[in-house]
């Protein structure tokens, strides 16, 4: 275990991962939450992703929403792709952090991208040279790092061979993905060990879903192995229409609160940050699961 750090930086998954499983909305209401959540001291966003709008329409305006948003100096924007074509389209659009995603559970791959985990990780080689042509970077991020719903079980070193495979292939960071939420600290640690030990040069993010509300706890766990890179998404955004309680990424408020609190530095101003929470939230048309937007921060008091 290492000393807590001084400070993280979060990545604001919201526009993405979260509007990815909501109903779809307008794409000026899309480009206002970015617009907001660049007024929060947040640095690093992950905008929109490149990806076929059948398998996701709500990502279906990602050209627009970006070229419509305003794109705010020190802020690092950032767009998932699922394949080279995505990649195309990223550069094109303009970006210069790209994330590709890749699922260490076969079966989750084929549904996710209809492609086999090993066909997935043939063609990084190719997106991560053109992508450092085009002067950008590329993060792989693998996807059903804690276990996978159709599968079960991932055991740690299926996760570490996708990861080394992917930084031999030139990935410039790492994520893993905790998908469905079925992560829990012991497993954290024990992958966040694994990577570090294996790839000590190598950025590490980790990305927690609520779905089970172990969420905090495995952040918490993952800054105690040395971890200092999050994604989270405002008001906890996200979750899937298709599976009943599902929740989103552990909610960015909820974490900016408890990390400040704690003496550790996130940069974000949590009132501007509830302000975008609550926006997300009329946005969606439903409540988000978030404790932070229902309860306010701690230093709230009502009347006696
Ligand atoms: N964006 C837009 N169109 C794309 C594309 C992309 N990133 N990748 C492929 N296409 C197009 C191809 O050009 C081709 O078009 P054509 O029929 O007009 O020639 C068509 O899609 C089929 O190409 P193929 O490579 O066979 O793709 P596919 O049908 O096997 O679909 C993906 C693969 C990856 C494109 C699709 O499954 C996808 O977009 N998945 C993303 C899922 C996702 O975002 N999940 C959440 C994030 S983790
Ligand atoms: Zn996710």
């Known amino acids: 275990m290492s ?6 930086s979060l990545r604001e998954v919201g526009p993405r991962d979260g509007l990815q499983n909501e109903l779809p909305v307008p794409t000026d209401a899309k480009v206002r939450l970015l617009d907001m959540l660049s007024q929060t001291g947040l640095k690093r966003i992950e905008a929109v992703s490149f990806v076929h709008p059948r398998a996701i329409p709500q990502m279906a305006d990602a050209d627009e929403v970006w070229s419509q948003a305003k794109h705010v ?36 791959n084929r549904k996710n991208i ?15 040279a053109r992508v450092h042509e085009a002067g950008a970077t590329l993060e792989v991020i693998i996807s059903t790092s804690f276990g996978c719903p159709y599968e079960g079980e991932i055991p740690v070193s299926r996760v570490l061979d996708v990861a080394t495979h992917a930084v031999r ?8 993905g905790d998908t469905t939420g079925v992560g829990t600290p012991s497993r954290v640690a024990a ?9 000590p040069d190598v950025p590490v993010l980790m990305h927690f879903h609520n779905t089970r509300g172990t969420a905090l706890a495995n952040l918490l766990t993952a800054m105690q192995h040395g971890i200092t890179e999050f994604d989270a998404s405002v008001g906890g955004l996200g979750g899937c229409p298709y599976a009943p ?12 609160h408890m990390l400040e609190d704690m003496g550790i530095d996130t940069g974000v ?36």
């Open 269 to 304: 101003d949590l009132d501007a940050l509830l302000e975008v929470a609550a926006y997300a939230q009329e946005i969606v048309g439903h409540e988000l699961p978030s404790g932070v937007l229902k309860a306010g921060p701690r230093t709230r008091t009502v009347a006696a």
């Open 114 to 128: 209809n492609r086999s985990t090993a066909e997935s990780l043939a063609d990084i080689e190719a997106v991560a």
């Open 245 to 256: 309680g599902a929740s989103g990424n552990v909610a960015t408020e909820e974490v900016v």
């Open 169 to 176: 292939s030139g990935a410039d960071r790492l994520a893993f």
């Open 3 to 8: 000393d807590l750090p001084k400070s993280v």
């Open 191 to 199: 992958l966040v060990d694994g990577v570090r030990s294996a790839h």
């Open 73 to 108: 100096d020190g802020i690092r924007y950032s767009a998932l792709v699922p394949n080279l074509k995505g990649t195309e389209r990223a550069l094109a659009a303009g970006f210069r952090e790209l994330e590709i995603v890749v699922s260490a559970s076969d079966t989750h």
